[in-house]
Every structure is written in structure tokens, then in C-alpha cells.
């Protein structure tokens, strides 16, 4: 190593594969003191400039803000902040067009830049005794000093202590045409540059440092040395292209090759650029932020070429305002014409990576033709690739092709593309086959990163499936000792009694069956038995109550009666159109039909009779009046009800005749008893005891009448026929007493009468024709009023019976 090291110092170089020599352009390119560009209008400034992460914003829309203030902040080095290159008013946080060949836009802050500018309170110097290697990166970190070569790597991350240093390369060689940043900065601010490595060696302690420069500057390597020590050795090397690459550079000085796969730290070496030193130095002992740089402006169409400053942020239309001969919306490049990028808009804004601009007479783009296979491409690639078979893999989308070629391991320099006699545009069939390589990867990481955390979480579950099989052995263990030791105590075991517990509720719930569709479902036949028995004591109870009704047999009778009755009226309720099954109902319309035949038969021989006959008995004359006031109500009924139900109608008039007739017979009887006191009672008992029985059946019948008002209709009814059979026995008892008593009259007399009675009966017989229900095979048969009362009290009284025996069984 002693010996490699004294190579070097002896000024040992040492060449790489390949490289070309393009003709440089930088002759007419002024390197006087970089000049000042007039103030913008507005500023978009990126909040990512750089290799890594965006950090914090620290501002927001409306604010006013210094130059020099930082706009964001983060804690970690990869992501230095970025500060407002000149003050004003934030007007936008937005996207906006980007420093890129695609133009695709990325968040920046818009600032309105004031015409008087101040400055921001920047940190004060760093004194010797706090130059150490952790304040001076902190300081570096916080000015957003990020590598201004090119590639953009955050510096405060890049020279932090890892492992002990052999070599620093300050990189000053620029070997790209028409740049010529660094070699302004080299001549105008040497003593700066040198100031800024001299921190450098203080952070990293390298064994040896070296400032490189390309033999066609030999103004900046005069200025170097004029303010250079001992420690840092100004070395001029040979004029080449890409000798101001990494690698290739690292080759030249050193003679070490860094390979694929691997960085310059892993030979122990690093490289700055002289921008960056001069960076560093700002910042450590003024406290300047990274707010502008020196930018090249040269090209066809400028009208003189030289180095500005230009604030971070300014757009690329600002620059080249005033400083074009034509058109000042010409195509601009952006860096070297080698490696550097058509900018397919000027509002694209200056970044700390932009260190040329380039304004050249467009021309026509020519066809690509076929290749020819000459190999000058190989024969160029500093990187000793093969670009021809990388153009045919990245053609035909054959990535993992391109990736055993090495091709992530291109610079993109661009030299393949300078030797190609068939104009073919390498470079972009190379940066478009490894940006396809880039998002497999990344996707094949996030797959990685996805099966880990699957792995981790089937290796937790699988743990944590042990770990309660473990804990139910354990409690399994546990409730056998308990169980064992309850058994040896004799008490109950706390588990098999929750267990019986259990068992005797799913008993006691009600089971399940599967029903015809299959489904399962729970059987209540337990539940529907008792409800149904419920339903059955209920109603005994209630036929109980029912039966617990007066000892009366008249009162049972009408019971009865009003049952029927409401049996009937409800059957109806049907339309007259349908004919009802029910037998009541059928038997009541037939008598109701009846009645009314048989009223409209009589009419003509009521009308002569009722003018001809006139007995002086007062009991014939009540008989005559009452078949009066009967054949007029049922002629009124007739003629005024239609919807009315028949029997209710014809209930209704037997008690309105009945109460004339009394009323009648009542007055009769009242002048018969004045004038004839020895006719007012009956010689014959069985109709005296008639009489009585119907009197007392009457007053019965009147006393219930309030108790149940719901067979009012029916008792009326039943009473009507009861006493139209008693007046009837005392009619025919008295006209016989009558005949018997007058048999020496006359003859006329005793056949009116006979023919009222006649008249009377033959009344009687059609009502009860009309009321008995219809039997077309069974006639009618006469039945003596006589026997009918005794019938109905026989009736009564074995229904009084019944019902006595029924309460009797219930109680």
C-alpha cells in the first residue's frame, strides 16, 4: 500500500477502457467572475433535490419568508431541507413542471420574490474549537448541501465517518463540453474550494487527497496551487471523456477498478466535486445556506457565453431572457450535450444538480438505421459493456437479458451513442430498460417484504395455536387434581355441576325435528298439549258458569229459546239469493211465506165477516179483535219490511196484538163482571187452572226480561204463542159454557159465534203451521192447546233438571 500511495504522489496516472474526445466548445465561454442574474418575478423551488426523501414542510401558503429561510426540515441526512433563495410571499405549494427530461411535476413552493431582498438569521460561523467532525455534517446537513456534480447525493449522509479513508478525490476534471461551471469556480473561488477540502480532511482523516483537473484548464490548476498546502495534491490528468465520471476517474488516479455492485468507500476511497467543497466551506464558516450556484450558459444561439449565479428555483426562461439572439422559447438543454436532457418546457426551474444550459439551433431529427454491427460502441463504453447486445435486449424487452449484461452498471455517458455511424439513440433505449428493471425490483422487494410479514404471522399463529393447546392441558390438569381432591373431600366437583346444569336446561328447552323440507326446527308439541288443555278448562269453566243459571223453568225456557233465536238470526245474515243449510233458518222464511199466504187468502172473508159477525161474548169479541190487529200487522210487515228477518217481524206483531187484546179483554171483562158477575170464572178447573198457570208463566217471563236483554225478541215471541194457546182453551172453554148455558137461543146467533171460533182456530192453525219447522214428509198433526202447555211445562221442567244436575256435577 506504502508503495501505491507513493505512486501517487510521484504523479502516477493510469488509463481505463475506452472513452472518446468530443470537441469541447468552451473556448469562446467567458470564466471571468460569475455575474449576478437579474431578479425573477417568481420562484418554484422543489422541495426534492436530491437522492433520497423529501423532508417536512415548515411553511404554508400567505407566509413571508427570507433568503436563506428554510421552507422544509427533517432530522436524518437523507433528506437535506431546502431554503428560499431570495425573500418574498409564498403564493402556491403545488406541483409544477420539473427539472427532468419527462417534465413530470413534483411538489414545489411558488414565492412572489420582493424587490428588496433581506437576508435570514443564518447559523453563526463554526469557531476552531467547534470544528468537529459531528457539528461540521450537522451544519453541512442543515445548509441542504447535496452533491452538486451531477448526481445529487446527500453530502452530509456521503462524509460520514464508516471506516478509515485512503484517498479523497476532489473531482474538478469537468470533462463534458460546453460545461465550464467548475473551472469558473476553480479560478474565481480557489481559495474557497481549498478551504472547504481542508474540512473535508478534518471529517473523513483520508490518507491522501487529491484535487484532479483536466490538462485543458491550466488557469484553475495554477489557481489551486497558488493557494494549496502539502496535504492536498493538485493533480492534472489527461483530457478525455468520461475521465470526469466516479469510476473512471478513481481508475485514473488511483489504478484501482471499482466493479460492479460496488462503491469507492468499499476501496476506501471518495470523491467530492469542487462545487460541493465550496459548498461546505459557505456553510461552516458564514452559515450560508445552499440558495444558488454557478450556472453555464452557452450555446449556438447566446449571444455571449459565460457563468451566472443563479438562485435555486429560478426558471430556466429567466436565465436565458435577454442572453438569446433568436427566439427565446428555443429548445434548451439541460446539462452537458453528452449526458445532459432536452427540457420539453423553459418553465422547468434551476436545481442544485443544473450546471449548464444549453441553447443550440434545433435541427431536423434524423431516422435511425439499421445496425450494422461494427462494434464501435464497445470499443467507446468507458464501462467495457457490450451496447450492442444491451440495444437488442432493451429493444425486445428481454430485462433479465439486459441484467446478466450488466447494464444497471451503464453511466449513460453516451459515448456509445457519439461512435454510432447509424445515428442510433443508445442512451434512451439503456434508461428506458433500466427504469423497467428498477419497478421489478421494487415490486419484487415489496413481494419479499410481503411474504416476511406472511411467514412472521403463520409463524405467530402457529405459536400462539401451541401456546393455548399448552394452556388447556394445563387447565385440563388442573380441574382432574380439583376433581380428585373434591372427591377425596366429598364435594361436588364445581365443573360437572355446571355441566349438569347445562344438561338439564337443553332438557328442558323444547327439542327439535326436521321438517318436511328437511330444516330443523323446534317441536312445541308439549307447549300446543298444554295450551290446548288450558282451552279445554276454560271452557267447562265457562259451560259451568253457564250452567248455574235460575231454578226457574220458564226462565231456562226462554234461555233456550234466545239461543236458537241467535242461532238463527245469524244464519240469516246470508243473501235471500243462496239458500241456507240451516234448517232454523229455512223453517222460519217458510213460515214467514206462509203467514202471508194464508193472511192474503183470508183477507176477503175477514172483511165480510168482521162486518156481519158481532157477539155479544166478550171473549169471542177479544179473539176477533186480536185476528184483526194480527192480519193488519202481518199485512204491514209485509209490505214495509223486505230485508227484515220474518219470525222477528212476526214476534213483533204477536206482542202488539197480544197487548190490544189484553187491554180489550181487560175492558170486556171489567163491564162483564158489573153485568154478568155470574159468568167472570169458569165452571170448568182444568181452564181456570190454564188461566192461572199462563198469568203466572206471564209474570215470569216479565221478571227475566230485564236480566237478559238479549232474547227479548224470542221470549216475545214464545210468550205470544203461550198465551194465544191459553185464550184460546178459555175461549173455546167459555163458548163451550156458552153453547151450554144458551142452547135454546137462536140459531143465528149460535153460528156467528161458531163461525168466529171457526175463524179463530183455523188462525191459530196456520201460525203454528207457519212456525213448525217444514217437513214435507210428516204433516202437521193438531195438537189440543191443553196438551201443548202441559208439554212445554214438562219440557221445562226436565231442562231445570238438567241443569240442577249439571251444576251439581261442576260444584
Not at 440495444?391 to 433479465?400: Q, R
Not at 323444547?510 to 308439549?526: I, L, M
Not at 184483526?628 to 202488539?656: D, I, M
Request: with cysteine.
Amino acid at each position: 500500500m506504502v508503495a501505491w500511495l507513493d505512486k501517487i504522489k510521484q504523479g502516477f496516472t493510469w488509463n481505463y477502457q475506452g472513452g472518446v474526445h468530443p470537441e469541447t466548445n468552451k473556448q469562446d465561454i467567458n470564466c471571468g467572475k460569475p455575474e449576478l442574474i437579474n431578479l425573477p418575478n417568481e420562484l418554484s423551488i422543489p422541495v426534492q433535490q436530491h437522492i433520497g426523501s423529501a423532508g417536512k414542510l415548515l411553511v404554508k401558503v400567505g407566509d413571508k419568508v427570507l433568503r436563506g429561510q428554510a421552507l422544509t426540515e427533517s432530522q436524518f441526512f437523507q433528506a437535506p431541507p431546502v431554503h428560499a433563495s431570495l425573500s418574498g410571499e409564498i403564493i402556491a405549494i403545488e406541483p409544477r413542471v420539473s427539472a427532468h427530461a419527462s417534465a413530470i411535476p413534483e411538489l414545489s413552493v411558488v414565492i412572489r420574490v420582493d424587490k428588496v431582498q433581506q437576508d435570514a438569521q443564518w447559523p453563526s460561523p463554526l469557531t476552531d474549537e467547534e470544528l468537529t467532525p459531528e457539528a461540521i455534517c450537522q451544519r453541512v446537513h442543515l445548509s441542504g448541501i447535496s452533491g452538486m456534480g451531477g448526481a445529487g447525493f446527500p453530502t452530509a449522509l456521503k462524509i460520514t465517518p464508516h471506516k478509515p479513508l485512503d484517498v479523497l478525490i476532489i473531482n474538478g476534471a469537468e470533462c463534458e463540453p460546453y460545461i465550464s461551471a467548475d473551472d469558473c469556480l476553480m479560478q474565481n473561488y480557489a481559495a474557497e474550494i481549498i478551504g472547504g477540502v481542508a474540512l473535508l480532511q478534518k471529517v473523513l482523516k483520508p490518507a491522501l487527497t487529491i484535487v484532479a483537473v483536466e490538462d485543458d484548464k491550466p488557469k484553475a490548476i495554477k489557481a489551486l496551487e497558488a493557494v494549496g498546502n502539502q496535504d492536498i495534491i493538485i493533480r492534472s490528468i489527461p483530457t478525455k471523456y468520461p475521465s470526469g465520471g466516479e469510476k473512471q476517474l478513481i481508475q485514473v488516479l488511483t489504478g484501482k477498478e471499482v466493479k460492479a455492485n460496488q462503491l469507492p468507500i468499499d476501496l476506501g476511497m471518495l470523491v467530492q466535486n469542487v462545487g460541493t467543497a465550496y459548498a461546505v466551506y459557505q456553510a461552516v464558516t458564514l452559515g450560508e445556506p445552499l440558495i444558488s450556484r454557478v450556472v453555464t450558459l452557452a450555446g449556438d444561439l447566446v449571444t455571449s457565453p459565460s457563468n451566472y449565479w443563479v438562485p435555486i428555483g429560478t426558471a430556466v426562461s429567466d436565465v436565458i431572457n435577454k442572453k438569446l439572439q433568436g427566439e427565446p422559447n428555443a429548445p434548451t438543454i439541460m446539462g452537458g450535450s453528452m449526458m445532459g436532457f432536452m427540457l420539453p418546457n423553459n418553465q422547468a426551474p434551476v436545481v442544485k444538480t443544473t450546471n449548464c444550459l444549453i441553447v443550440n439551433n434545433p435541427m431536423a431529427a434524423e431516422n435511425e438505421s439499421p445496425c450494422i454491427r461494427c462494434g464501435e460502441c464497445a470499443q467507446a463504453c468507458p464501462m467495457g459493456l457490450l451496447p450492442q447486445q444491451l440495444y437488442w435486449y432493451a429493444k425486445g424487452d428481454e430485462l433479465n437479458k439486459a441484467r446478466d449484461f450488466n447494464i444497471m452498471d451503464c453511466i449513460e455517458c453516451g459515448a456509445c451513442a457519439f461512435v454510432c455511424p447509424s445515428e442510433i439513440s443508445l442512451v434512451q433505449h439503456y434508461r428506458t430498460a433500466k427504469a423497467k428493471i428498477r419497478s421489478e425490483d421494487i415490486a419484487q422487494k415489496e413481494a419479499d417484504i410481503a411474504k416476511q410479514r406472511f411467514d412472521a404471522r403463520q409463524a405467530r399463529l402457529e405459536k400462539d395455536k401451541l401456546e393455548r393447546k399448552a394452556k388447556h392441558q394445563q387447565a385440563a390438569l388442573r380441574r382432574q387434581a380439583q376433581a380428585e381432591d373434591s372427591a377425596k373431600q366429598n364435594k361436588p366437583d364445581p365443573v360437572a355441576a355446571a355441566l349438569a346444569r347445562v344438561k338439564n336446561k337443553q332438557a328442558a328447552s323444547p327439542a327439535a325435528k326436521q321438517d318436511e323440507t328437511g330444516e330443523w326446527v323446534p317441536d312445541n308439541q308439549a307447549a300446543i298439549a298444554a295450551r290446548e288443555a288450558r282451552k279445554a278448562e276454560r271452557r267447562a269453566q265457562k259451560e259451568a258458569n253457564e250452567g248455574k243459571t235460575s231454578a226457574n223453568p220458564a226462565v231456562a225456557a226462554a234461555i233456550a229459546r234466545a239461543k236458537a233465536k241467535k242461532q238463527t238470526d245469524s244464519s240469516e245474515s246470508i243473501s235471500e239469493s243462496k239458500p241456507s243449510a240451516n234448517p232454523a233458518v229455512a223453517a222460519a222464511i217458510a213460515r214467514a211465506k206462509a203467514k202471508k199466504q194464508q193472511n192474503q187468502d183470508n183477507d176477503n172473508e175477514t172483511t165480510v165477516e168482521d162486518n156481519t159477525i158481532k157477539s155479544s161474548n166478550p171473549a169471542v169479541a177479544a179473539a176477533v179483535a186480536r185476528a184483526k190487529a194480527k192480519k193488519a200487522q202481518a199485512q204491514q210487515q209485509s209490505e214495509s219490511t223486505t230485508a227484515t228477518n220474518p219470525a222477528v217481524a212476526a214476534a213483533v206483531a204477536r206482542a202488539k196484538a197480544k197487548k190490544l187484546a189484553n187491554k180489550e179483554v181487560s175492558a170486556d171483562q171489567a163491564d162483564d163482571n158489573l153485568n154478568k158477575p155470574a159468568a167472570r170464572s169458569s165452571a170448568n178447573p182444568a181452564v181456570a187452572a190454564a188461566i192461572a198457570r199462563a198469568k203466572a208463566k206471564k209474570a215470569a217471563l216479565a221478571a227475566t226480561e230485564h236480566t237478559d236483554e238479549s232474547v227479548d225478541a224470542s221470549k216475545a215471541n214464545d210468550q205470544d204463542d203461550e198465551a194465544l194457546e191459553v185464550t184460546l182453551a178459555s175461549e173455546q172453554s167459555v163458548q163451550q159454557n156458552t153453547q151450554d148455558s144458551t142452547t135454546n137461543n137462536n140459531n143465528a146467533k149460535a153460528k156467528a159465534i161458531a163461525a168466529a171460533v171457526a175463524k179463530a182456530k183455523a188462525n191459530k192453525k196456520a201460525e203454528a203451521a207457519a212456525e213448525a219447522p217444514a217437513s214435507p214428509e210428516k204433516p202437521a198433526k193438531k195438537v189440543n192447546p191443553a196438551v201443548a202447555a202441559a208439554v212445554a211445562r214438562a219440557k221445562a221442567k226436565k231442562l231445570a233438571e238438567q241443569q240442577r244436575e249439571e251444576k251439581d256435577t261442576n260444584e
